[in-house]
């Protein structure tokens, strides 16, 4: 992050400024239950969370072929460029609303800098169309 850079906060600005980018490579989403499975897809893991059942991890589809572990769907990655503030209301609720319409699955994460839509790959083009086309309404609102 460059020096003095804020996060944006406001909902209709977030929006406006989202500037969605879709990832190369196919993701999945896999859950790993013993310690040493654990520790060697988290070398590799895009994200993980822990969970009571156990680690969730969201990993490079290759990389979880070779280390045997299941998962249901492919996934593409939409990056939302805005630095968007951590206590920012509407961005996520505004995107997931979107593609909910179109009937798209959408997982978020939220990180530091960005928030990161996980879409089925069968759905990446549809998604990043209806979210550029969002950003563009809400650009025109600002005027």
């Known amino acids: 992050?460059?020096?003095?850079?804020?996060?944006?906060?406001?909902?209709?600005?977030?929006?406006?400024n989202m500037t969605p980018v879709l990832q190369p490579g196919?993701?999945?989403f896999c859950s790993?239950?013993?310690?040493?499975?654990?520790?060697?897809?988290?070398?590799?893991a895009r994200c993980s969370f822990a969970e009571d059942e156990g680690m969730s991890l969201i990993l490079p589809k290759d990389e979880a072929d070779k280390?045997?572990?299941?998962?249901?769907?492919d996934?593409?990655?939409?990056?939302?460029?805005?630095?968007?503030?951590i206590s920012g209301v509407g961005l996520t609720a505004a995107v997931s609303t979107e593609l909910a319409k179109h009937k798209i699955p959408a997982n978020v994460v939220a990180a530091t800098q960005h928030d990161h839509?996980?879409?089925?790959a069968k759905h990446a083009n549809t998604a990043m169309d209806?979210?550029?086309n969002?950003?563009?309404?809400?650009?025109?609102?600002?005027e």
């Open 1 to 16: 992050m460059k020096s003095g850079t804020r996060p944006v906060k406001g909902t209709r600005k977030m929006i406006a």
């Open 26 to 28: 196919i993701f999945v």
């Open 32 to 44: 790993v239950l013993h310690n040493d499975d654990a520790n060697k897809a988290m070398t590799v």
């Open 67 to 73: 280390l045997g572990l299941g998962y249901d769907n």
């Open 75 to 85: 996934m593409k990655q939409i990056t939302l460029m805005v630095f968007s503030s």
């Open 117 to 120: 839509i996980f879409v089925p």
């Open 130 to 132: 209806l979210l550029r």
């Open 134 to 142: 969002l950003q563009t309404r809400a650009q025109r609102e600002s």
